[in-house]
């Protein structure tokens, strides 16, 4: 019996360890999104601010953006890039303070990484939807791509740099999707260890109520 107990101890602690474990991805897959957010936050402020201060420059009869341009979909990726950043932080200061309480339910974490997921894929989805849309180059990713920009640039040299909002406005996609991608491999990984734990704790549970079983059976006889 002794035996027994040193053995389910050692079970004990390894659920422990995969829990361990999970608390870390949790918050590492956290920190990624912290990261990723910020990165497309700063393109976005990055290339709208430009829009702002260059939209009534005026070169050879013309300003360097299209009349009616479209605004929404950086806007779109700004304000989600904002909002998972400051849930984010919100998050990993929860887990620095009130670990157990962000615990307690894991339906909590299957719908915040199902959301989460859901909601960038549909903002990567919409963002590169609208690039060029229908062939007009009226969004100011599609329109910094576009032949158009590149024979207005020689123009506007000391304004703006088209071929450097382009760039940007891809990585800032591609981010999007990296998110998305990630955040689908730590769930994944979450998920795992979560059954990990729940398994093993189940194990204990039944091994614990063997054991408690036998002591009362040696007793009663």
Same mark, same amino acid.
């Given at each position: 019996m002794k035996e027994q107990?040193? *053995?389910n101890r050692l079970k004990q602690r390894k659920v422990e360890q995969w829990k361990r474990y999970a608390r870390l991805l949790e918050v590492l897959s956290q920190i990624?999104?912290? *990261? *990723?957010?910020l990165a497309m936050f700063g393109i976005m402020v990055f290339v709208l601010i430009k829009y702002e201060t260059t939209k009534n420059t005026i070169r050879d009869?013309?300003? #360097?953006? #299209?009349k009616h341009t479209k &605004?929404? #979909?950086?806007?779109? &990726? &700004?304000?989600?890039?904002g909002f998972t950043l400051i849930l984010s932080v919100f998050v990993l200061f929860a887990y620095c303070c009130c670990f157990k309480m962000t615990?307690?339910?894991?339906? *909590?974490t299957v719908a915040k990484y199902a959301l989460h997921i859901v909601s960038w894929a549909i903002i990567s989805f919409l963002y590169r939807y609208e690039k060029s849309l229908h062939g007009n180059n009226n969004d100011l990713w599609g329109w910094a791509c576009a032949k158009e920009a590149t024979a207005l640039q020689p123009a506007f040299d000391a304004v703006l740099d088209f071929d450097s909002l382009c760039g940007v406005q891809s990585n800032s996609w591609s981010i999007s999707l990296a998110e998305v991608a990630v955040k689908v491999i730590f769930a994944v990984g979450h998920f795992f260890l979560y059954r990990k734990t729940r398994t093993d704790e189940?194990?204990?549970l039944a091994d614990g109520l063997g054991d408690a079983t036998s002591d009362l059976l040696q007793n009663a006889y």
């Open positions: 107990g040193q *053995f990624v999104t912290s *990261f *990723f957010s009869g013309r300003g #360097p953006w #299209p &605004l929404w #979909p950086c806007i779109m &990726l &700004l304000a989600g890039a615990q307690r339910s894991w339906k *909590f189940k194990k204990n």
